[in-house]
């Protein structure tokens, strides 16, 4: 029989049943169901009101792009159309604080299946790249066989939601090992890595800016991805060249890099952007914010207001706008800034000129 390390310390039969009664505390404060919804659901709890951002089942403003692209989109249909395992979707229902918003449900983890679920039902999918159901490329839901559509409808989806009886340290706690557990480093993480330096120290700089943090709150597990970061990022790289951007903000925003680290006019940027964000700070009541109970910001929306702010700013550094609140409420901005709409030309160039020109008084 092995002789036990003489160093090593000897639990006793009190401290086991300590841990043990630990581990049966903390089992229960962790409060979720484990659910079946079939794919028609699920959509439809995901479409019904999300242009007005009413829908139950909602992604946060805190999450990352859409970044799929078309062949990963279908090899996920692929499987579904297969009855293949697909992982759990991970919710919460929302804090019971939020009064006006109680019995929604947050998409934790899982946004871009039922993004992609949302897409082939309403036939804003066109399947390719299939291996197994070769058949099928070139196919969209409406080309299925209506019982083929009904059968996929119905399809099983596993979520995992969990309470809002569960406190917010527990939350916070598992929002976190979600979202860090076993993902890929973020983009802007791997820029981290990839272009350090003085222009990404000073990006980080901006990013750790008071006022900023203030007028766009960032929760702890995003921040830790450099999502203060990105969204500082794009907002340099849009006011610079916003003109230029075609469709893969990733890229552009790596050229934008590239390029200023080996040089860039940091007195020049770091004025224009204190200069935003005093401007932001003065004018718009709610900072970047949709209004005073949101804990996060779009990036669709920090930037339309960030870049088309400093727009406005070049043109007229004295600038006095009229009452905000009227087009910042109204369907057209909401058209604008809707988050998964967000990566294209027109769209860009769209939304940080409806701001400038609503500034100027156009």
Not at 123 to 140: A, I, Q, R, Y
Not at 234 to 246: E, K, L, P, T
Request: hydrophobic residues 35%; proline residues 3%.
């Amino acid at each position: 029989m092995p002789q036990r390390n003489r160093e090593q310390r000897v639990i006793s039969e009190s401290e086991k049943l300590e841990a043990e009664e630990q581990i049966r505390e903390e089992v229960k404060v962790v409060d979720y169901d484990t659910k079946e919804y079939t794919v028609e659901l699920l959509v439809n709890k995901y479409r019904a009101g999300k242009d007005d951002d009413e829908n139950e089942l909602f992604i946060p403003e805190y999450q990352r792009d859409y970044v799929w692209d078309e062949k990963r989109k279908s090899k996920f249909i692929e499987s579904v159309m297969l009855g293949l395992p697909i992982p759990y979707i991970f919710t919460a229902a929302l804090f019971k604080e939020i009064s006006e918003d109680e019995g929604r449900i947050e998409i934790v983890d899982g946004s871009q299946r039922i993004r992609t679920l949302d897409a082939f039902v309403h036939d804003e999918l066109e399947l390719l790249g299939l291996e197994k159901l070769t058949k099928l490329n070139g196919f969209k839901f409406s080309d299925l066989e209506v019982s083929r559509q009904r059968k996929f409808k119905r399809r099983p989806i596993r979520v995992i939601e969990l309470s809002d009886k569960a406190d917010d340290q527990i939350r916070r706690d598992i929002f976190e090992r979600i979202n860090t557990g076993s993902d890929e480093l973020s983009p802007m993480e791997k820029r981290k890595g990839i272009f350090e330096g003085p222009f990404y120290d000073f990006v980080s700089e901006c990013a750790a800016n008071e006022l900023f943090n203030e007028l766009t709150p960032i929760s702890a597990v995003r921040r830790k991805r450099e999502e203060a970061a990105e969204m500082v990022l794009r907002y340099f790289a849009y006011a610079d060249r916003y003109q230029d951007f075609q469709k893969s903000v990733s890229d552009f925003l790596d050229e934008f890099i590239k390029e200023k680290r080996v040089s860039f006019d940091r007195e020049t940027m770091e004025r224009e952007f204190v200069s935003m964000l005093n401007f932001v700070n003065r004018y718009f009541a709610n900072g970047f914010r949709k209004n005073e109970k949101n804990r996060s910001v779009p990036r669709v929306r920090f930037e339309a207001i960030s870049v088309g702010a400093t727009l406005a700013l070049r043109e007229n550094p004295d600038l006095v706008p009229s009452d905000v609140r009227q087009w910042l409420e109204s369907e057209e901005f909401k058209k604008h800034t809707v988050s998964d709409a967000s990566n294209s030309r027109p769209k860009v160039m769209g939304r940080v000129e409806f701001v400038r020109d609503k500034l100027l008084g156009r």
